[in-house]
């Protein structure tokens, strides 16, 4: 069974405008973690956030903000104003730990193109 | 600098030819994985590793195998490479925080080609 779902294979907007990333999980632990990835066109993969299971806050970090709903199991990612360098796949990710093994899964990625 | 260093970045070689990935981080994670990228699959866990000589099954482990005999290092080793592990690989590490791992420090990836 699909573990993170994201569901935007490609989305594709102009510069400026707000995005939203959906993320869909599946666990049935009470305690895990989920993060953000970022992989521009260079290849690299960088660490955006991670947020724990217990903490519903919404974290905003300048442009971008996060919102993590348990009654949904979402975790959605908006860029606000994008601009050109927001431009590369995002991955959803979801760590959880059963029976002793811990496992951090990754969804299928989100293509971003913003568009000048 | 804190880092993830996986050799070589970039290999081509022949069905059936084994081969060995290295993989060293720096920062003293007890947790390190590989993953496999591939278009419309994300990343796919082959092996983790909780600590040394702790190793388990991601999820696509057929035809890998990994050791860690020290904490910083942690090789993917293809014994007998097929044109379907052509792919690019990522070795990650992270530190367990009650027993999740956190965040994970990515290495520049392999990009493997098996003809």
């Given at each position: 069974?699909q573990?993170?779902t ?22 049935r632990?009470t305690t895990?973690y989920l ?14 956030i ?9 974290e ?5 903000s996060?919102n ?17 360098v927001d431009?590369?796949?995002?991955f ?25 | 600098e ?7 970045r970039?290999?081509?070689t ?9 993989c ?17 699959l ?9 600590n ?5 099954k991601?999820?696509?482990p057929?035809?890998?195998k990994v050791s ?7 090789p993917?080793?293809?014994e ?10 990522f ?13 994970a ?5 392999t990009?493997l080609?098996?003809v």
């Amino acid at each position: 069974a699909q573990k993170v779902t994201q569901a935007q294979t490609e989305i594709s907007v102009v510069e400026k405008e707000d995005v939203t990333l959906d993320c869909v999980y599946e666990t049935r632990d009470t305690t895990y973690y989920l993060f953000w990835y970022k992989q521009p066109p260079s290849g690299e993969l960088v660490f955006l956030i991670r947020r724990n299971s217990f903490d519903e806050q919404n974290e905003i970090s300048g442009r971008y903000s996060w919102n993590f709903q348990k009654s949904t199991s979402s975790f959605n990612f908006t860029i606000t104003a994008s601009q050109v360098v927001d431009s590369a796949v995002y991955f959803c990710a979801l760590s959880e730990a059963r029976q002793g093994a811990q496992k951090l899964v990754f969804g299928q990625g989100t293509r971003l193109t913003i568009n000048p | 600098e804190a880092q993830v260093t996986q050799n070589p970045r970039y290999l081509i070689t022949v069905t059936g030819k084994k081969l060995t990935v290295t993989c060293s981080q720096n920062m003293n994670h007890e947790y390190m994985s590989w993953y496999r990228q591939d278009p419309g699959l994300g990343l796919r866990q082959i092996y983790y590793s909780m600590n040394v000589e702790v190793t388990d099954k991601g999820d696509v482990p057929e035809g890998y195998k990994v050791s860690r005999k020290e904490k910083r290092n942690f090789p993917l080793i293809l014994e007998s490479p097929s044109p379907n592990q052509t792919s690019l690989y990522f070795c990650a590490s992270s530190f367990l925080l009650g027993g999740f791992a956190t965040e994970a420090f990515f290495g520049q990836g392999t990009r493997l080609t098996v003809v």
